[in-house]
């Protein structure tokens, strides 16, 4: 293996780069559709990583494939399945395709579907913890036909803890959406309920609660980071949220809690200011002077 694709180069696609560089003597080829947009995430990560002779800039999502023997695929949740389709042209006989995207398990069917038809070998990549601070040690488990394959080489992929959950794709993609339910939204339920308590003045008292309920937990300072997880990458989230909400309804139920959280993760990145704020009730309150010159400016 001398060449590794990347398609997406948002937060875990510049990591994946970056440590593939660091930790490897692979060539690295990059796309990203956002990359003729200067104000994008993609174009600054790219402009900041630069090229050489071992980064190569594709011009195409299908010319990133060619003469790579492994693609990696770190889209937003909502791109999956089209970045999966875009590659097609370009993908070579028995390709191993590592699908790290959080979305469904119908989802992940679909996309094996449309790779393997193609010749491609899929893999399913679950990241089972924030990208940072560990990186590319972060635990990853992997699903599919070829997820015993992948974890093999993947320390030659600069990944160093991977895990097979199943040879069916879909297990690792389920693990990963039940556990959203729970992270993203208690990020939501954190937000909702702080912002609320803030306004009538009890907020340190709800803290004081929940850390005779859940002990061991500096309350404030998780409270302060649950908040900014949203603050910072809300979109994103309310994206992976709306796939564990068709999580939830591939396995029978209505997923209330998981559509309720799209709305607050999505509604979150407007009030993005507030990160510059170094404690908790400040953070609150400027999201709640936000909320109120937001509501002020809107229309009648």
Known sequence: MDCVGIIGLGEVG???????????????????????????????????????????????????????????SAVTADEASSAAESILPGLAQDTIYVDLNSVSPGTKHSICEVIESAGGCFVEAAVMSPIMPRRSASPVLVSGRRAAGFADLSSQLCFSNVQVASDSPGVAAATKMCR??????????????????????????????????????????????????????????????????????????????????????????????ALEEESLDAMLDSIRTQSTTKQAEKPQ
């Open 14 to 72: 510049r990591i994946l780069v970056e440590d593939l560089l660091e930790q490897t003597t692979l060539g690295v080829r990059v796309w990203d559709y956002q990359f003729d947009n200067d104000a994008s995430v993609a174009a600054h990560n790219l402009a900041e990583l630069g090229t050489g002779s071992r980064i190569g800039v594709a011009s195409s999502a299908a010319q990133a494939a060619q003469g790579c023997q492994v693609m990696l």
């Open 180 to 273: 959203s339910v729970i992270i993203k939204g208690m990020e939501a339920l954190v937000a909702e309920s702080l912002l609320s308590a803030r306004h009538y003045g009890v907020e340190a008292t709800v803290l004081a609660s929940l850390e005779n309920l859940f002990p061991g937990q500096d309350w404030t300072e998780q409270a302060r980071y649950l908040i900014s997880r949203s603050l910072q990458h809300g979109e994103r989230r309310a994206a992976e949220m709306r796939e564990v909400a068709r999580t939830v309804e591939e396995a029978g139920y209505t997923p209330w809690m998981s559509e309720g959280c799209v709305q607050r993760q999505a509604w979150a990145p407007q009030f993005a200011a």
